[in-house]
């Protein structure tokens, strides 16, 4: 076993502090990974928290990972020591289910191990459940690790991991691109991608946000216009325009106000509100036919498309580095809506502060 240095918490009111435990030595289909840099996600915070319930303790989180390989098993193809790489939320599923067969390991029909509180099918370490990228180093099977392009900045490479894939996949799935209006709304760590990669497939971007500042940076993330969702004038003035809408919010919330700028036949994407929608009016949906639809990150083979397509188009994302000791405060302006536009951890910081 491979002792381990990072950052957990030990239960929903503590915040995150030291904590050192076990890896599984590489077997012989695994990649051994030094973290360099590790994202925070609102999806983090949700589970440090046990909002959406189902957390085990203690909990290391963290599936925005980026890190250099440093041994391989005798079995590993792809990979070799030195190699850049990602792992993002996924580390190990069933693998012959018809979902897997297809690359859509997320909707694994037995059930995906998450990079943390997953229950670990694998072992090889005294702990059940996993645990996630705010540490120093991973043991992941190759088929779920991800090659990053060298030509992209790795610390604003990691959040593609998670927050790139959850955007670019329904934008993928739903076929968007030159001559569609697409509705970006919130602007956090998974909104600011989704306003990137609408633009990088050709789309008309508009910005729906809360925050007024967010519209300064619209020209520079990418967007053509920006709407107000709290101008309800604003709101109005833009009802059946949209062909397609990615919900970012992370709450539960009114979606009728959303709902109603779709046009004729366009559907909505919620991929924020892992939990209650607090009102749902069927008539937006009858009137003009709209769909509203979810969707869960992507698969390992849409993962390494999206990483690819971003070395070619030379998209990362707008991050705030920060030392591992601040996660606690990136967690509260996150919260906040007060980041442009994800927090990543320099896992230099804890190996420093370990030493
Ligand atoms: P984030 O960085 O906190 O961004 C969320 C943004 O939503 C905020 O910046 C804010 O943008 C807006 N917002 C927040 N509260 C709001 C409210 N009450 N009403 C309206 N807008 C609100 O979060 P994130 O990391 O992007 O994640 C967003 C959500 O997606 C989280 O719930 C996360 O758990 C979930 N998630 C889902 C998947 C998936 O596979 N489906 C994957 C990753 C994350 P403005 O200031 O622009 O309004
Ligand atoms: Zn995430
Ligand atoms: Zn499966």
Same mark, same amino acid.
């Given at each position: ?102 690359? *859509? ?141 990615? &919900? ?12 109603? *700028? ?44 999206? *990483? ?19 996660? &606690? ?27």
């Amino acid at each position: 076993m491979m002792k381990t240095i990072g950052y957990a918490t030990h239960s929903p009111t503590d915040t995150l502090q030291p904590f050192t435990f076990e890896r599984r030595e590489p077997r012989p289909e695994d990649v051994a990974i030094d973290i360099l840099y590790c994202g925070i996600c609102h999806s983090d915070i949700h589970s440090a928290r046990n909002e959406w319930g189902g957390t085990h303790y203690p909990y290391v989180p963290g599936h925005e990972i980026v890190g250099r390989v440093t041994a391989v098993g005798d079995k590993v193809s792809k990979f070799k020591p030195g190699d850049l790489v990602g792992v993002g939320c996924l580390v190990d599923s069933c693998r012959h289910c018809a979902a897997c067969e297809e690359g *859509l390991e997320q909707y694994c029909d037995n059930g995906f191990t998450g990079t943390y509180n997953g229950e670990d099918k694998i072992g090889g370490t005294p702990h059940p459940f996993t645990f996630g990228g705010y540490s120093d180093k991973i043991t992941v099977d190759e088929r779920f690790v991800l090659r990053i392009p060298e030509t992209l900045d790795p610390a604003a490479a990691a959040p593609l991991l998670c927050a790139g894939i959850t955007t670019y996949s329904p934008l993928r799935h739903w076929k968007i691109g030159a001559g569609h209006t697409v509705g970006i709304i919130g602007l956090g760590g998974l909104g600011h991608m989704g306003i990137k990669f609408a633009h990088a497939l050709g789309a008309h971007v508009v910005m729906i946000t809360t925050s007024p500042e967010k519209g300064y940076d619209a020209q520079k993330l990418g967007a053509d216009e920006v709407l107000l969702s709290t101008d309800k004038e604003a709101m109005q003035a833009a009802q059946n325009r949209f062909d397609f809408l990615l &919900n970012t919010i992370p709450v539960g919330h009114d979606v009728d106000p959303y709902m109603a *700028l779709l046009k004729r036949d366009g559907t909505m994407v919620i991929v924020g509100a892992v939990e209650a929608l607090t009102q749902v009016n069927g008539i937006p949906f009858i009137f003009r036919r709209r769909s509203m639809a979810g969707s869960l990150i992507g698969g390992l083979p849409e993962t390494q498309e999206m *990483l690819d397509f971003c070395g070619e188009h030379h998209i990362t994302c707008d991050i705030e580095t920060i030392e591992i000791k601040d996660v &606690n405060t990136a967690y509260d302006r996150t919260i906040k809506g007060d980041v442009k536009y994800r927090f990543v951890i320099d896992m230099a910081s804890l190996k420093q502060e370990a030493a």
